[in-house]
């Protein structure tokens, strides 16, 4: 039986900052962040979005009533959640009006959790072949303004169906994982920020990739000729083909060209996006499957997924039949069309403007906001939300 992804969709904020205009702003040549890192825009999230929204807007935009009656498992990776107890995906199975008869839960291991949420997934459908299981990726990425980690936010999230005889990616059996204690990325509980030793982080990933790859090698004989494409995990795109990159000495011509190539149309959707850390591998496979005018059925990707800390895993799809067909290409264009340009002086101002923490009651207006599922505020120390498309 195959079991893989049957529809993809993501949701970003209305607005973005374009990083030139931050470089500018920051004193630093904008080719540093445009190529050196190789970031274009990056989304602002306003204060009425928050994980749970995201989350909820991205799969609003691509499910039908039969996915609705059928998903019995809504499993939500974040490692920007709204609550230490209650799962974020409680919240969504309610705004959408998801099957009450479903198991709802949220996982973390920073920005591996959703690949962990697919395993998960696999296994509830290899036992229940007719459910379909909700996996939402969603974070808001923040380093604080003029640090050396904020050129590398974002904001967004990634909604995915999981199910058996899937649309769009068979997700193979055999795959290779690794666990790693290592104080590369942080966020301790009483901290907004992350901490980051950040060379010691890339060398992790790099190294980390290297690793997993040479294991997959050994364990199924097989090579880069059997791979139309490699995607990562992106932080910033720059860092991902960085690791592509010290794998391919020994390719030949041919496997280094197309891998290559079809690394850059898949960080298309993470350069004008920014990272959303559990969300950002799988934006890479989104952006690849749209963009790309070369991937046929039946071609093999592999997939690299890290999460620093550190876990990682590398696996592998099948492209399936008439897989353009079951995508929402047009629905994304029109989403990343519509946004708003902000100054980095509004983006500041929006930067700073949070919810003191503790506060019981807030009462926000989301007026301005057009995104359908939005954060009304806070009601004795109950978060509000509504969905104004139902």
Not at 20 to 35: C, Q, Y
Not at 244 to 257: I, M, V
Request: include cysteine; aromatic fraction near 10%; hydrophobic fraction near 35%.
């Amino acid at each position: 039986m195959k079991i893989g992804i049957d529809k993809i969709g993501f949701y970003a904020p209305d607005m973005y900052v374009d990083t030139e205009d931050l470089a500018h702003a920051r004193g630093v040549e904008p080719g540093k962040f445009t190529v050196g890192i190789g970031q274009e825009k990056m989304a602002v999230a306003p204060k009425t979005q928050d994980a749970v929204t995201l989350a909820a807007n991205a799969a609003n935009n691509i499910l039908t009533k039969e996915d609705i009656e059928s998903i019995d498992y809504i499993i939500f990776a974040t490692e920007t959640g709204i609550d230490h107890s209650k799962a974020a995906a409680i919240y969504v199975q309610r705004l959408l009006g998801l099957n009450d008869y479903a198991r709802s839960i949220e996982v973390k291991q920073a920005c591996y959790s959703a690949t962990a949420g697919v395993q998960m997934a696999r296994g509830h459908i290899a036992l229940n072949p007719d459910s379909k299981v909700l996996i939402l990726a969603s974070d808001i990425s923040r380093y604080g303004l003029k640090t050396g980690g904020e050129i590398t936010q974002g904001a967004g999230a990634v909604a995915m169906v999981i199910s058996a005889d899937p649309h769009v990616l068979a997700i193979e059996e055999t795959s290779v994982y690794k666990t790693e204690d290592a104080m590369d990325f942080w966020r301790p509980l009483y901290s907004d920020y992350a901490y980051v030793q950040g060379k010691f982080s890339v060398d992790q990933y790099i190294n980390f990739f290297q690793d997993l790859l040479d294991r997959y090698k050994e364990k199924t004989n097989r090579t880069f000729k059997d791979f139309s494409s490699i995607l990562f995990h992106l932080p910033y795109t720059k860092m991902g083909l960085k690791a592509l990159k010290s794998t391919l000495e020994h390719a030949d011509e041919e496997d280094r060209e197309r891998l290559l190539t079809n690394f850059d149309v898949s960080k298309r959707y993470n350069a004008i996006v920014g990272n959303i850390y559990t969300g950002s591998l799988y934006l890479s496979l989104l952006s690849l499957l749209e963009r790309n005018t070369t991937i046929n059925e039946g071609e093999r990707v592999g997939l690299f997924s890290y999460g620093s800390g550190s876990v990682g895993e590398f696996l592998t799809g099948i492209v399936q039949p008439n897989y353009k067909d079951h995508l929402f290409t047009d629905q994304h264009d029109a989403m990343l069309n519509k946004r708003q340009k902000i100054s980095v002086e509004q983006y500041e101002e929006m930067y700073e403007d949070k919810i003191p923490a503790g506060e019981g009651n807030v009462e926000l207006d989301a007026s301005n906001d057009p995104a359908p599922i939005r954060f009304t505020g806070i009601k004795e120390h109950m978060r509000q939300y509504e969905n104004v498309s139902i």
